[in-house]
């Protein structure tokens, strides 16, 4: 187009001719002006949200990094030298504010698996230096604003959770699942008033008490699974003082109590309830169906036994339920059960080890949404 009007210029001595092709150009450099403003104003506006790291909290990570051991240079970004902390690896910062608001520096990419996971000694090696290691400088409480800390899948080695950070006032986000903690998870976390999320899976603890548990009100996702709670006894009183639950794993915490019946169930939020692995030997108690929002409900290997009450409280109340796993549990070999939840639209149904004789399998040919069964 363009060379096709040069030429009409150059060989046209017409004005008339000529006109149209000057119109072409003066629009062609406004489009190009236009274009170029629109650019310089993106970048103007970008630079207008950058501001740049607070120096207090730059200090503060390089301190947190120093008493670290990184053997694969994760925190390679972070040098002294550089003013801009909120580019930094695993750091995000109110962009406001430039306050760092986040810390998120999971080990492996946050996908920790056991030592028998990888096939041999030396690929576990190679996966253990991409965990941090050391301590956890207290320097970390100058991050004011800090929202989010995920240092899960890391190893410190057996070091108890440090005590400071419960003083996080922002803190919603707390992830140390899998880090290899030890001791006894500090009463301070109770102070975290407006966490939402507290994932303290798997590691070695020893708790006696977990009663600060319940200044936790904004709680929605409790993870505690592999947490020895066997000395909390009142562990069910102290969860139902969080009404606003939609998650609670408290898998493999060697539970042995549970009260049959709780007058006043506060957990009308729960979705997602998994109390596997633990030694109950006792009824199944009442109040598990009168949580009507419940999604999934993992009860392998609970060792509950004798009969499902019927009547009022029975599996036909939980109307949402797609996932139930009860494996090694003897309550569910009777056709009354099996006939309760053939209403129901289980999307996965595990009834392995539960004594089901298969002459009440034809009961489940109703379970049209199954997609998966394992008997
Ligand atoms: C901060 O950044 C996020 C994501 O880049 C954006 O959605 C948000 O509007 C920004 N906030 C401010 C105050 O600039
Ligand atoms: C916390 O970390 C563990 C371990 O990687 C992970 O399985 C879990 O999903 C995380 N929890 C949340 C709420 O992100
Ligand atoms: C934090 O928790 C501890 C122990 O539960 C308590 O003694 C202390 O007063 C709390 N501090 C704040 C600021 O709430
Ligand atoms: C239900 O939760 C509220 C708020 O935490 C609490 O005050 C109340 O005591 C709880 N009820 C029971 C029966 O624990
Ligand atoms: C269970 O559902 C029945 C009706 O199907 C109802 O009468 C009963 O009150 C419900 N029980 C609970 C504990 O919600
Ligand atoms: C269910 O299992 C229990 C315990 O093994 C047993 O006592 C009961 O007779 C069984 N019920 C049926 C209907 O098989
Ligand atoms: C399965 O559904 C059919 C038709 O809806 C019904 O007649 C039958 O009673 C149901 N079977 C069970 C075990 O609920």
Redesign the pocket.
Known sequence: MWDYYVCKICINDDISSVQPSFAYFSCYHLCLLVVLALFHSCLSNQNSHHVLCIDAERQALLEFKHALIDETKQLASWVAGDKECCTWAGIGCDNSTGHVHRVHLPGLDGHCHSQNYYDTENEYEEASKQRLKGDISSSLLDLKQLKHLDLRCNDFGGIKVPKFIGSFQNLRYLNLSKSNFGGIIPPQLGNLSELHVLSLGSFHHTVMNIQWL?SL?MLHHLDMSGVDLSKATDWL?VI????SLVQLYLSSCELSNIHPCV??L?LTSLSLLDLSFNNFHSFVPEWLFSITSLVSLDLTWCHFHGRVPSGIHSFRNLTSLELLHVAKNDFMNSTLVLKELSGSSLVSLDISSCGVSSLHLDTLRNLTSLISLEL
């Open positions: 319940s009100g009183q139902n003082t969080l009404p007058p006043g506060n």
